[in-house]
Protein backbone atom coordinates (compact mmCIF):
# COMPACT_ATOMS: atom_id res chain seq x y z
CA UNK A 1 0.00 0.00 0.00
CA UNK A 2 1.18 3.59 -0.74
CA UNK A 3 2.34 6.23 1.77
CA UNK A 4 -0.08 8.85 2.85
CA UNK A 5 1.65 11.48 4.00
CA UNK A 6 0.69 15.20 5.08
CA UNK A 7 3.02 18.07 4.30
CA UNK A 8 1.48 21.25 6.05
CA UNK A 9 3.71 24.55 4.66
CA UNK A 10 1.95 27.72 4.89
CA UNK A 11 2.41 29.87 1.56
CA UNK A 12 2.81 33.17 3.18
CA UNK A 13 3.36 35.04 -0.06
CA UNK A 14 -0.07 33.85 -0.67
CA UNK A 15 -1.88 34.44 2.67
CA UNK A 16 -0.42 38.10 3.24
CA UNK A 17 -1.76 38.88 -0.75
CA UNK A 18 -4.92 37.23 -0.01
CA UNK A 19 -5.48 39.11 3.13
CA UNK A 20 -3.73 42.84 2.22
CA UNK A 21 -6.66 42.38 -0.95
CA UNK A 22 -9.66 41.76 1.56
CA UNK A 23 -8.36 44.34 3.93
CA UNK A 24 -8.36 46.98 1.43
CA UNK A 25 -11.72 46.10 0.35
CA UNK A 26 -13.61 46.02 3.28
CA UNK A 27 -11.58 47.40 6.43
CA UNK A 28 -9.96 50.39 4.42
CA UNK A 29 -12.55 50.69 1.70
CA UNK A 30 -9.74 51.84 -0.49
CA UNK A 31 -11.93 51.91 -3.82
CA UNK A 32 -13.65 54.83 -1.86
CA UNK A 33 -10.33 56.70 -1.16
CA UNK A 34 -9.23 56.77 -4.67
CA UNK A 35 -12.69 56.05 -7.11
CA UNK A 36 -10.72 55.99 -10.19
CA UNK A 37 -8.01 53.40 -9.36
CA UNK A 38 -8.21 49.72 -9.62
CA UNK A 39 -6.23 48.53 -6.88
CA UNK A 40 -3.93 45.14 -7.53
CA UNK A 41 -2.57 43.32 -5.24
CA UNK A 42 -0.16 39.99 -6.65
CA UNK A 43 2.42 37.53 -5.81
CA UNK A 44 3.67 38.38 -9.48
CA UNK A 45 6.03 41.49 -9.77
CA UNK A 46 4.23 44.03 -11.99
CA UNK A 47 7.43 44.50 -14.31
CA UNK A 48 6.90 41.08 -15.56
CA UNK A 49 3.59 42.15 -16.93
CA UNK A 50 5.47 44.98 -18.54
CA UNK A 51 8.74 43.36 -20.66
CA UNK A 52 6.39 41.08 -22.04
CA UNK A 53 4.54 43.89 -24.27
CA UNK A 54 5.46 44.08 -27.59
CA UNK A 55 6.46 47.75 -27.98
CA UNK A 56 7.65 49.12 -30.99
CA UNK A 57 10.45 52.20 -30.50
CA UNK A 58 9.18 54.76 -29.13
CA UNK A 59 5.80 53.63 -28.13
CA UNK A 60 4.61 53.45 -25.04
CA UNK A 61 3.83 50.75 -22.47
CA UNK A 62 0.74 50.15 -21.19
CA UNK A 63 0.78 51.07 -17.22
CA UNK A 64 -2.96 50.41 -16.71
CA UNK A 65 -1.79 47.49 -13.89
CA UNK A 66 -0.64 50.30 -11.24
CA UNK A 67 -1.25 50.73 -8.39
CA UNK A 68 -0.17 47.52 -7.55
CA UNK A 69 1.55 45.72 -4.37
CA UNK A 70 3.52 42.94 -4.69
CA UNK A 71 4.23 40.20 -1.89
CA UNK A 72 7.40 38.35 -2.29
CA UNK A 73 8.78 35.73 0.02
CA UNK A 74 12.86 36.33 -0.48
CA UNK A 75 14.69 33.66 1.10
CA UNK A 76 13.90 31.34 4.35
CA UNK A 77 15.92 29.50 6.84
CA UNK A 78 15.24 27.21 9.90
CA UNK A 79 15.07 28.65 13.28
CA UNK A 80 18.39 27.84 14.74
CA UNK A 81 17.40 27.44 17.94
CA UNK A 82 14.23 25.39 17.49
CA UNK A 83 15.05 21.93 16.84
CA UNK A 84 13.56 19.13 14.53
CA UNK A 85 10.58 17.19 16.75
CA UNK A 86 9.55 13.97 16.13
CA UNK A 87 5.41 13.71 16.76
CA UNK A 88 2.72 11.41 16.71
CA UNK A 89 -0.34 12.89 16.25
CA UNK A 90 -4.40 12.47 16.53
CA UNK A 91 -5.58 13.38 13.36
CA UNK A 92 -9.52 14.14 13.47
CA UNK A 93 -11.90 13.65 10.10
CA UNK A 94 -12.47 18.07 10.54
CA UNK A 95 -8.87 18.16 9.13
CA UNK A 96 -10.32 17.42 5.40
CA UNK A 97 -12.64 20.11 5.17
CA UNK A 98 -9.91 22.35 6.90
CA UNK A 99 -7.40 21.09 3.60
CA UNK A 100 -10.18 21.77 1.47
CA UNK A 101 -10.23 25.28 2.09
CA UNK A 102 -7.00 25.87 2.92
CA UNK A 103 -5.62 24.70 -0.32
CA UNK A 104 -2.52 25.02 -1.57
CA UNK A 105 -2.06 28.05 0.92
CA UNK A 106 -1.19 25.53 3.64
CA UNK A 107 -0.92 22.30 2.44
CA UNK A 108 1.08 20.66 -0.50
CA UNK A 109 -1.47 17.66 -1.48
CA UNK A 110 -2.88 15.93 -4.37
CA UNK A 111 -6.56 15.32 -5.21
CA UNK A 112 -6.07 11.96 -5.20
CA UNK A 113 -4.00 11.74 -1.85
CA UNK A 114 -7.07 14.39 -0.19
CA UNK A 115 -9.56 11.13 -1.10
CA UNK A 116 -7.29 8.77 -0.28
CA UNK A 117 -7.85 10.77 3.29
CA UNK A 118 -11.08 11.28 3.01
CA UNK A 119 -11.86 7.61 2.80
CA UNK A 120 -9.93 6.64 5.27
CA UNK A 121 -11.87 8.61 7.93
CA UNK A 122 -14.88 6.63 7.17
CA UNK A 123 -16.01 5.11 10.41
CA UNK A 124 -13.27 5.70 12.53
CA UNK A 125 -13.25 8.85 15.40
CA UNK A 126 -9.27 9.65 14.18
CA UNK A 127 -6.18 8.54 12.88
CA UNK A 128 -2.99 7.97 13.87
CA UNK A 129 0.04 9.75 11.86
CA UNK A 130 3.90 9.78 12.77
CA UNK A 131 6.18 12.73 11.70
CA UNK A 132 8.12 15.84 12.37
CA UNK A 133 7.69 19.75 12.69
CA UNK A 134 10.32 22.72 12.92
CA UNK A 135 9.95 26.18 12.79
CA UNK A 136 10.98 28.45 9.88
CA UNK A 137 11.80 32.22 8.83
CA UNK A 138 11.58 33.52 5.84
CA UNK A 139 12.58 37.02 5.01
CA UNK A 140 9.46 39.23 3.20
CA UNK A 141 9.41 42.00 1.19
CA UNK A 142 6.59 44.17 0.07
CA UNK A 143 6.80 46.45 -3.28
CA UNK A 144 4.16 49.15 -3.86
CA UNK A 145 4.21 50.45 -7.41
CA UNK A 146 2.37 53.35 -8.53
CA UNK A 147 2.43 55.87 -11.30
CA UNK A 148 1.01 58.73 -8.77
CA UNK A 149 3.43 59.59 -5.97
CA UNK A 150 0.35 60.27 -3.59
CA UNK A 151 -1.37 56.95 -4.01
CA UNK A 152 1.80 55.33 -3.59
CA UNK A 153 2.85 56.96 0.16
CA UNK A 154 -1.04 56.69 1.27
CA UNK A 155 -0.51 52.60 0.12
CA UNK A 156 2.43 52.04 2.08
CA UNK A 157 0.86 53.85 4.64
CA UNK A 158 -1.56 51.72 5.23
CA UNK A 159 0.12 48.45 4.50
CA UNK A 160 2.41 49.65 7.74
CA UNK A 161 -0.84 49.80 9.88
CA UNK A 162 -1.49 46.96 8.57
CA UNK A 163 1.56 44.63 9.65
CA UNK A 164 1.30 46.27 13.41
CA UNK A 165 -1.89 46.10 13.66
CA UNK A 166 -4.93 43.37 13.94
CA UNK A 167 -4.34 41.46 11.00
CA UNK A 168 -0.67 40.40 12.15
CA UNK A 169 -2.84 38.56 15.09
CA UNK A 170 -5.46 36.88 12.68
CA UNK A 171 -2.12 35.32 9.93
CA UNK A 172 -1.10 34.34 13.26
CA UNK A 173 -4.57 32.83 14.53
CA UNK A 174 -5.82 31.81 11.69
CA UNK A 175 -2.89 30.60 9.24
CA UNK A 176 -0.36 29.82 12.01
CA UNK A 177 2.10 32.57 10.91
CA UNK A 178 3.82 34.91 12.82
CA UNK A 179 4.40 38.06 11.64
CA UNK A 180 7.89 39.28 13.77
CA UNK A 181 6.74 42.93 14.63
CA UNK A 182 10.42 43.87 15.40
CA UNK A 183 11.57 43.04 12.27
CA UNK A 184 9.00 45.55 9.91
CA UNK A 185 11.16 48.30 8.28
CA UNK A 186 10.50 50.15 5.32
CA UNK A 187 11.65 52.81 2.97
CA UNK A 188 8.95 54.96 1.81
CA UNK A 189 10.38 57.35 -1.04
CA UNK A 190 13.42 57.31 -2.56
CA UNK A 191 12.63 54.72 -5.15
CA UNK A 192 12.15 55.14 -9.32
CA UNK A 193 12.10 53.53 -12.35
CA UNK A 194 12.39 55.18 -15.63
CA UNK A 195 12.20 52.49 -18.23
CA UNK A 196 8.61 52.31 -18.98
CA UNK A 197 8.34 55.82 -20.63
CA UNK A 198 6.69 57.12 -17.36
CA UNK A 199 7.55 57.67 -13.67
CA UNK A 200 6.83 54.87 -11.52
CA UNK A 201 6.80 55.71 -7.87
CA UNK A 202 7.91 53.08 -5.72
CA UNK A 203 8.15 51.78 -1.94
CA UNK A 204 9.36 48.91 -0.48
CA UNK A 205 8.75 47.31 3.55
CA UNK A 206 10.45 44.69 4.79
CA UNK A 207 9.99 42.03 7.44
CA UNK A 208 10.29 38.26 8.66
CA UNK A 209 7.63 35.72 9.52
CA UNK A 210 7.97 31.89 11.24
CA UNK A 211 5.99 29.30 10.76
CA UNK A 212 5.59 25.97 11.35
CA UNK A 213 6.51 22.88 8.42
CA UNK A 214 5.32 19.44 9.14
CA UNK A 215 5.54 16.22 7.50
CA UNK A 216 3.51 12.98 8.83
CA UNK A 217 2.53 9.66 7.64
CA UNK A 218 -0.71 8.47 8.41
CA UNK A 219 -0.15 4.97 10.15
CA UNK A 220 -3.29 3.30 10.61
CA UNK A 221 -5.73 3.31 7.43
CA UNK A 222 -7.00 1.13 4.84
CA UNK A 223 -8.69 1.93 1.89
CA UNK A 224 -11.14 -0.77 0.63
CA UNK A 225 -11.85 -0.57 -3.22
CA UNK A 226 -10.35 2.05 -5.65
CA UNK A 227 -10.65 5.47 -5.00
CA UNK A 228 -10.87 8.16 -7.96
CA UNK A 229 -11.04 11.79 -8.96
CA UNK A 230 -11.56 13.46 -11.58
CA UNK A 231 -8.13 15.42 -12.08
CA UNK A 232 -4.96 15.51 -10.27
CA UNK A 233 -3.19 18.54 -9.08
CA UNK A 234 -2.73 20.58 -6.46
CA UNK A 235 -5.55 20.92 -3.69
CA UNK A 236 -7.18 24.22 -4.35
CA UNK A 237 -5.87 24.76 -8.44
CA UNK A 238 -8.91 24.23 -10.71
Not at 48 to 70: A, N
Not at 143 to 156: P, T
Not at 200 to 215: C, D, E, K, N, R
Request: contains cysteine; proline residues 3%; charged residues 25%.
Amino acid sequence: MAKLVLTKIPDCEALIADDIRAWFDTEQKFSELFPKVNLKVSTDHPFVGLLQQSVPEGGKYDVTGFPCITVIDTNFSKLVETPVLPQTMKLLPILVDEIRAGGRNKFIMSKQALAELEAAFKGKEFLRAEGYQTLRRTQMAIEVWAANKVQKDKIFDLISAYLVGEQRFKQHTENEVIIEEESINGEKSGIYNFDFGEVLYGAMIHFSTAYTVGYYEVKDYTIVGAITVEAHGMVGED
